[in-house]
């Protein structure tokens, strides 16, 4: 029983495209986040979403699009990729404060 | 403004000696802090949290940590490393339990020589 998955795990895809990273979570938690891990590992925040209302948006670009269709669910749509893009994306889900993560998403962009 | 210092990146011990891996934090509120252990090609997983009460906190896998309001520490510990403890370990630092954004350090990385 997986408590937040994602989809897919990895994803190779040139420079222009759009794509999209699914996340789903089974913990019944109200809050729902979006993490870059950068090639240093460094982890930064990108969003946030609290009953399906984003709470956070860390300057991230506006190529960037989180939608929450429910509480359960925090999907991110990418448009224009560009080669900085290329990292981990972690979802994460929350109660108090605990942030319970998802399993990441390898983008590469070529 | 919060943040998050881990004074050095890699860390490299014996297997069966003590592990510690330093974090400190500067938050304007008191803190809730965690630490996180990521494996290769893995998510984060939870290792310990402190909150409210007791400094010293124990945890998965044998770590513990110690809440030091004095000196803005929240270091990991464990007694004797095994070679399955070799990970990136992050600390992260979050406003209490209202508060949806967790900051994190730069990462240790453990390295457990046999």
């Known amino acids: 029983d997986t408590a937040v998955s994602q989809t897919p795990k990895y994803l190779v895809t040139q420079m222009g495209n759009d794509k999209s990273i699914k996340c789903e979570q089974n913990?019944?938690?109200?809050?729902m986040y979006w993490y870059k891990q950068d090639s240093k590992k460094f982890l930064k925040i990108m969003f946030s979403y609290n009953n399906k209302e984003l709470i956070i948006n860390e300057t991230v670009p506006n190529r960037f699009s989180p939608k929450s269709p429910d509480k359960a669910h925090l999907n991110l749509h990418i448009n224009s990729l560009e080669l900085g893009d290329s990292a981990v994306y972690f979802c994460?889900?929350?109660?108090?404060?605990?942030?319970?993560f998802g399993p990441g998403t390898r983008l590469t962009v070529t | 403004a919060q943040s998050v210092t881990q004074l050095g990146s890699h860390v490299s011990v014996s297997e069966g000696a003590l592990v510690l891996l330093r974090c400190n934090y500067s938050?304007?509120?008191?803190?809730?802090l965690f630490w996180y252990v990521q494996y290769p090609n893995q998510g984060l997983q939870l290792l310990l949290k402190y909150t409210t009460g007791a400094t010293l906190v124990k945890g998965i896998n044998g770590f513990e940590a110690e809440f030091k309001k004095s000196e803005t520490s929240f270091h990991l510990t464990k007694p004797s490393a095994h070679m399955s403890d070799a990970a990136e370990y992050f600390c992260?630092?979050?406003?209490?339990?209202?508060?949806?954004?967790?900051?994190f350090g730069s990462g240790t990385r453990l390295l457990v020589r046999p």
């Open positions: 913990l019944g938690h109200d809050t």
């Open positions: 994460a889900s929350s109660l108090k404060g605990e942030q319970y």
């Open positions: 938050s304007s509120v008191p803190p809730y």
């Open positions: 992260a630092v979050s406003e209490g339990d209202s508060s949806y954004k967790l900051i």
